[in-house]
């Protein structure tokens, strides 16, 4: 069965370091989605790429988290300088999206989820 | 606003009993609605619902959508262990592909 990938899987590091998080979306999917979850908030959308352009970015703090997509395997989330607020488990998921039309998109698969936690 | 509000946000059930798990939105420009479940690690897919009154089925659970009401319901018949999780509702709204989530509902199923 194809799935996302995301590395790595548990992240521990201090407040203001740079942390990387990775994503390798199923092959053939068009559109990756970045969430994150937290007890409080629940699952929100952070940002998505529709064939690799972002298209939309303001579910995430501007100052500190970026996320790009430099080839089709790969998407990364980056949070510089990490703050203890965003301990969370940051989810890649993928999906095949229409974007005109009528018609039915594919349901996004989801990636285990990279477990983030700022001291 | 788009919103996905779940109900009841927990249960406590027994094995054999069934459950009913409800599913309201308030979305601009209405695709789908989507249900998941989430065990300790990745949501996975269950259902995913576009048209009114059409029940999606899967073995014990099922599903149902009121796009008149705004509403959605999973209902899991013979409840098992194995179906203590937590249940996600998602909306896709528009042309984008991205899901708006509920809060969840948390089961558990009791021996």
């Known amino acids: 069965d194809a799935r996302v990938t995301q590395t790595p899987r548990h992240k521990v590091t201090e407040m203001g370091q740079e942390v990387t998080m990775r994503c390798q979306p199923i092959l053939g999917h068009n559109t990756v989605f970045w969430y994150r979850q937290t007890m409080m908030q629940g699952l929100e959308l952070l940002a998505y790429f529709r064939n690799r352009a972002p298209l939309d970015d303001s579910g995430m703090p501007k100052d500190r988290f970026s996320a790009e997509m430099p080839d089709a395997t790969l998407a990364t989330l980056k949070i510089q300088p990490s703050e203890p607020r965003d301990s969370a488990v940051y989810f890649c998921a993928s999906g095949l999206v229409l974007w005109t039309g009528e018609g039915s998109n594919q349901p996004q698969h989801f990636g285990d989820g990279t477990r983030l936690s700022i001291l | 606003e788009d919103k996905v509000v779940q109900s009841p946000l927990s249960l406590v059930v027994h094995e054999g009993d069934t459950v009913t798990l409800n599913c309201s939105y308030e979305v601009t420009n209405f695709r789908s609605l989507l249900w998941y479940k989430q065990e300790k690690k990745a949501p996975t897919f269950l259902f995913m619902l576009t048209s009114s009154g059409i029940e999606k089925k899967s073995g014990r659970l099922s599903s149902i959508l009121d796009k008149k009401e705004l509403f959605s319901i999973l209902n899991i018949t013979a409840t098992q262990t194995g179906d203590s999780a937590v249940y996600l509702c998602?909306?896709?709204?528009?042309?984008?592909?991205?899901?708006?989530f509920g809060q969840g509902t948390t089961l558990q199923v009791k021996p």
């Open positions: 998602a909306v896709s709204p528009g042309n984008t592909g991205k899901l708006i």
